[in-house]
Antibody, heavy 119, light 110 residues
Framework: EVQLVESGGGLVQPGSSLKLSCVAS????????MHWIRQAPKKGLEWIAL????????YYADSVKGRFTISRDNSKNTLYLEMNSLRSEDTAMYYC????????????WGQGVMVTVSS | DIVLTQSPALAVSLGQRATISCKTN??????????MHWYQQKPGQQPKLLIY???NLASGIPARFSGRGSGTDFTLTIDPVEADDTATYYC?????????FGGGTKLELK
C-alpha cells in the first residue's frame, strides 16, 4: 500500500524558515518524480514544486521560486521542502504527492501538513 | 501559465447524472494524449485521483466516474450520483509547467 506521511509543519513568524518532510513507503521511491502541492485555507490547489526521481531536475512555481527548495534522499525514502523567507500568503496545507509515471498526474497524496505564517 | 476554468458549484439529485466541466485557455493535447486529470476532495481529506489523461479511470475508482474531452474542453461525469460523491472536484493540466488546477467545482445534492 502506498503511503506518504508529511511532517514538520507548524506556526512560524513571517520571515522565518521551516523544513517539511514526507516519508514514502509501499513503492520504489527512487523511481518516481515527486511533488509538493499546497492549499490555502478554503482555497484551491496550487502546485509548487517538482523533483525528478534522481534529483536531476527541479521546478518551482513562481510564487515560491528563490525561497523554497525541494530535495530528496532516496536512501531514506524521504522528500523534503525547505521554506525560507516565509510570508503570510504561504499559510496553507502542504501535500506531498507521487507522480503517476510520465503522465503528470498525482496518483497518491499524503494527508498533508499545516503551515501557518503569522506574527 | 495555462488557466483552467470550472464552475464553482453544481447541485444534482441522487441517482441523476452530474457533469462537471473544465475549460483551458490553451490546448493541452500532445502526441495523441490529453494532459488533463481529475481529482475528488472531500472536506478534511487529501485529494484523490479519479481520471488521468482525460478519460482513463484511476485504480480503484468506480465506473460511475468517467471523463472525456480534448484540446481545451473537458468533462467529468458521475452517473449515477451517490450521496458519498458530495465533494469538490478539481481538474489539473500537465501539458506545460507550471502544472495548474482549476478552481474546483463543489458538488452538492438537491
Amino acid at each position: 500500500e502506498v503511503q506518504l506521511v508529511e511532517s514538520g509543519g507548524g506556526l512560524v513568524q513571517p520571515g522565518s524558515s521551516l523544513k517539511l518532510s514526507c516519508v514514502a513507503s509501499g513503492f520504489t521511491f527512487s523511481s518516481y518524480n515527486m511533488h509538493w502541492i499546497r492549499q490555502a485555507p478554503k482555497k484551491g490547489l496550487e502546485w509548487i514544486a517538482l523533483i525528478y526521481y534522481d534529483s536531476s531536475n527541479k521546478y518551482y512555481a513562481d510564487s515560491v521560486k528563490g525561497r523554497f527548495t525541494i530535495s530528496r534522499d532516496n536512501s531514506k525514502n524521504t522528500l523534503y521542502l525547505e521554506m525560507n523567507s516565509l510570508r503570510s500568503e504561504d499559510t496553507a496545507m502542504y501535500y506531498c504527492a507521487k507522480s503517476g509515471t510520465t503522465r503528470g498526474d498525482f496518483d497518491y497524496w499524503g494527508q498533508g501538513v499545516m503551515v501557518t505564517v503569522s506574527s | 501559465d495555462i488557466v483552467l476554468t470550472q464552475s464553482p458549484a453544481l447541485a444534482v439529485s441522487l441517482g441523476q447524472r452530474a457533469t462537471i466541466s473544465c475549460k483551458t485557455n490553451q490546448n493541452v493535447d500532445y502526441y495523441g494524449n490529453s494532459y488533463m486529470h481529475w481529482y475528488q476532495q472531500k472536506p478534511g481529506q487529501q485529494p484523490k485521483l479519479l481520471i488521468y489523461l482525460a478519460s482513463n479511470l484511476a485504480s480503484g475508482i468506480p465506473a460511475r466516474f468517467s471523463g472525456r474531452g480534448s484540446g481545451t474542453d473537458f468533462t467529468l461525469t458521475i452517473d449515477p450520483v451517490e450521496a458519498d460523491d458530495t465533494a469538490t472536484y478539481y481538474c489539473q493540466q500537465s501539458r506545460n509547467l507550471p502544472w495548474t488546477f482549476g478552481g474546483g467545482t463543489k458538488l452538492e445534492l438537491k
